[in-house]
């Protein structure tokens, strides 16, 4: 690899950390209560310890953002069907309508930054970035 790409791949971790500063404004709220949205809406019924290992924080850190959502109704406890003793998380209807909302501010934001890319440039991009996350995520479960 010569110096140009280890210089450009040097600069992913803080070109990561600059869009998320910079783009969470889009979607104002806080940012921690926003991820725990988008990670029911994607995984329903999870424990918070699962929530915390999906969110990549401490389980007392997700357990006070869960508090807040389930304060907002934004979240339910619900008993796991299979197991009595084990309580799961899932979105309520306000939730739901709230993780699409800021999704939805999140693609005009995107829509924003990229409007003077190539169609084929915004949509190779927008490919890469959700394939990045998905491998992100597969990535963090396994160091878990």
């Not at 889009?26 to 029911?40: E, I, K, P, Q, Y």
């Not at 003077?116 to 995520?137: I, Q």
């Amino acid at each position: 690899m010569d110096d140009d790409q280890e210089s450009l791949l040097d600069q992913v971790g803080p070109a990561l950390a600059r869009m998320r500063r910079r783009t969470q404004a889009a979607t104002s709220g806080d940012v921690l209560r926003n991820v725990v949205l988008f990670v029911l809406a994607d995984q329903p019924r999870l424990t918070v310890g699962g929530l915390s290992v999906e969110m990549g924080v401490a389980q007392p850190a997700a357990s006070r953002v869960v508090a807040d959502c389930v304060a907002t109704g934004l979240v339910r406890r619900q008993a796991a069907a299979d197991d009595g003793r084990k309580t799961v998380l899932e979105l309520t209807d306000e939730g739901r309508a709230e993780a699409r909302r800021l999704a939805r501010l999140q693609r005009e934001a995107f829509e924003d930054i990229t409007a003077g890319w190539r169609p084929s440039e915004r949509e190779d991009f927008a490919r890469h970035l959700v394939r990045y996350a998905a491998d992100a995520a597969a990535w963090s479960r396994n160091r878990s």
